[in-house]
């Protein structure tokens, strides 16, 4: 009976990080979408959903303590429990960069851009692709799809170094106009590669949890 109630409690502890998953991407994917048609309600919708996001942490992390706790998990249910926790925490904070997506649209309001909104798309897409790959990998345990998953953070971190330089010339070349706005379109683009880091950290945990091997991708 024990274990019968230590499984069902590992499942339900699955099912909120599902459920964490889906609103975490949803917030990646909107705060994109409320940059792009510069849609002030949509960034301040998003903002005030990642209170979900934190009040899902906050039950996975205090029933993981918990079940470590008082049923004295072994093994695998052990090292699940601890990498679920961990998930937790990732997922978390790709729901607070979201936020601050959000944040700068709000900030930057209704100005036109100054550069055109072409890799900062292009890194929301890889992060939406590594999503889906994502969840699948965690409902299947597959590691080895986890791991593939991680390496598509690499084509974040390219496009970031491409809008960094970008942002950095066309500032260069009016300070006065363009400073203010580049640093928000430079910080838009360095939550997006953190989420794609987070994302890969997510993958690690997940590989730990199925193989018990803690391995560093990238």
């Known amino acids: 009976m024990a274990s019968t109630n230590l499984e069902m409690s590992i499942k339900t502890l699955r099912e909120y990080i599902n459920?964490?998953?889906?609103?975490?991407?949803?917030?990646?994917?909107?705060?994109?979408n409320s940059m792009i048609n510069k849609d002030m309600d949509l960034a301040k919708r998003v903002i005030d959903d990642d209170d979900d996001i934190d009040i899902?942490?906050?039950?996975?992390?205090d029933r993981s303590i918990e079940?470590?706790?008082?049923?004295?998990?072994?093994?695998?249910?052990?090292?699940?429990?601890?990498?679920?926790?961990?998930?937790?925490?990732?997922?978390?904070?790709?729901g607070d960069y979201a936020e601050n997506i959000a944040s700068e649209v709000v900030s930057i309001g209704g100005e036109d851009y100054i550069k055109q909104l072409i890799d900062i798309p292009k890194m929301t897409n890889y992060c939406l692709e590594m999503f889906k790959n994502l969840k699948s990998a965690f409902i299947n345990q597959d590691a080895d799809l986890a791991y593939k998953t991680a390496l598509?953070?690499?084509?974040?971190?390219i496009l970031y170094y491409k809008v960094r330089e970008d942002c950095l010339k066309v500032m260069h070349e009016n300070p006065e106009q363009n400073i203010n706005q580049g640093v928000k379109l430079l910080f838009v683009a360095r939550y997006l590669e953190r989420i794609g880091d987070h994302i890969t950290n997510?993958?690690?945990?997940?590989?730990?949890?199925?193989?018990?091997?803690?391995?560093?991708?990238g």
Do not use: H, T
């Open 19 to 32: 459920r964490m998953m889906d609103k975490c991407e949803r917030a990646v994917e909107l705060s994109v």
């Open 56 to 61: 899902l942490r906050e039950y996975i992390r």
């Open 67 to 94: 079940l470590m706790a008082l049923k004295q998990p072994m093994a695998k249910d052990l090292r699940e429990i601890y990498a679920l926790s961990d998930i937790s925490a990732e997922l978390e904070r790709i």
């Open 152 to 157: 598509i953070d690499n084509e974040i971190d």
């Open 202 to 217: 997510v993958c690690e945990k997940i590989i730990y949890a199925r193989n018990g091997k803690m391995i560093e991708i």
